[in-house]
């Protein structure tokens, strides 16, 4: 694994490769001021080779690691500087797994503060999925039958619900329909409430939000909204990241994303991926690069062969059956 990142004005690259038993490589690399990357330690198995000039806060934590921990985290743990500054940063990563819908959410946590739940209300009312407002039960009116106490229950997505206008037949707001949001509300819509609270965490705190195939639920325009979130100097002004995997080719549009913040993935036929910018390529701000990427000009594309003849070779018996 391999990583690399700025703290203020210095590019770190740290990286390190281990087994199930222990850390085999680990390795410390800064460049001040754009200047010509240099060490700080190199670790190859039981050996660790540091600067002591850069890197001091190393010097006798050499024999103090365990084959199975990180360098890194054993200075850190002796109060390094450097490294110390290094284990902050990751800790400023936040991931966001569409499937993991869980009650200790960051969205649920928020959910307890009112300015929260309002904010909240009016980004649900605002991604236009008909949501009017979000309902949680007081617990404290819960009583116990047997004991006739009060029973302090913890929020959950179970006994949260949504607020959904109803109308009759003239078109008229007649009533208010309460849909419980883990039965009853849609996957993309419990994905992106879920995702809202991380959102707020993440621009309010300069942190940085990764997330694999976030569009798989949502609509490219939500997306887009989500992006530009991200490109506000207003809202995300403490500089919160967002770094997704997408098949929306929708967002291959420099009025949302600038050309440094597209990046391609290409996989070649021996199964090795290839990550490289549309920054690589020379292009005009007119260009209309999501129809240039299908024409083939920035690679990265599947060659997609017709499915019908699969079903063919086995309709007109073309297929071998494998011996046992």
Request: aromatic share 12%; proline share 2%.
């Amino acid at each position: 694994f391999q990583v690399e990142f700025l703290i203020g004005e210095i590019s770190y690259r740290y990286g390190f490769e281990a087994t199930s038993e222990r850390v085999t490589k680990e390795w410390l690399f800064f460049k001040p001021n754009s200047l010509t990357e240099k060490p700080l330690f190199v670790r190859m198995e039981d050996e660790i080779e540091i600067v002591p000039s850069k890197f001091k806060e190393g010097k006798g934590i050499e024999a103090r690691t365990r084959a199975n921990a990180l360098f890194l985290s054993s200075v850190a743990q002796w109060n390094g500087e450097i490294s110390t500054k290094i284990l902050e940063w990751f800790d400023k990563l936040v991931f966001f797994d569409r499937w993991d819908v869980e009650d200790d959410s960051a969205t649920m946590e928020l959910l307890n503060d009112d300015k929260y739940k309002i904010l909240m209300e009016e980004v649900l009312s605002l991604a236009d999925l008909a949501i009017n407002g979000l309902e949680k039960p007081d617990y404290e009116e819960v009583i116990d039958r047997v004991t006739s106490k009060r029973i302090l229950l913890p929020l959950t997505y179970e006994h949260l619900y949504t607020l959904h206008k109803v109308y009759d037949q003239n078109n008229n707001e007649a009533d208010v329909a309460y849909f419980e949001m883990d039965a009853e509300e849609s996957t993309g819509t419990r994905n992106f409430f879920n995702l809202i609270g991380q959102l707020i965490v993440v621009v309010e705190n300069g942190k940085i939000l990764l997330g694999d195939e976030l569009n798989a639920h949502f609509h490219h325009r939500l997306m887009q909204a989500i992006v530009m979130l991200f490109n506000s100097k207003i809202v995300n002004n403490k500089g919160g990241q967002f770094i997704f995997t997408t098949h929306d080719t929708n967002l291959i549009d420099t009025n949302f994303l600038s050309r440094d913040q597209i990046y391609f993935l290409e996989k070649n036929r021996f199964g090795a991926s290839r990550l490289y910018s549309l920054v690589d390529f020379k292009t005009r701000s007119e260009d209309n690069h999501e129809r240039e990427y299908f024409q083939g000009r920035y690679g990265a594309i599947p060659f997609i062969e017709n499915l019908e003849n699969a079903f063919e070779k086995i309709e007109n018996g073309k297929t071998k059956t494998k011996a046992a």
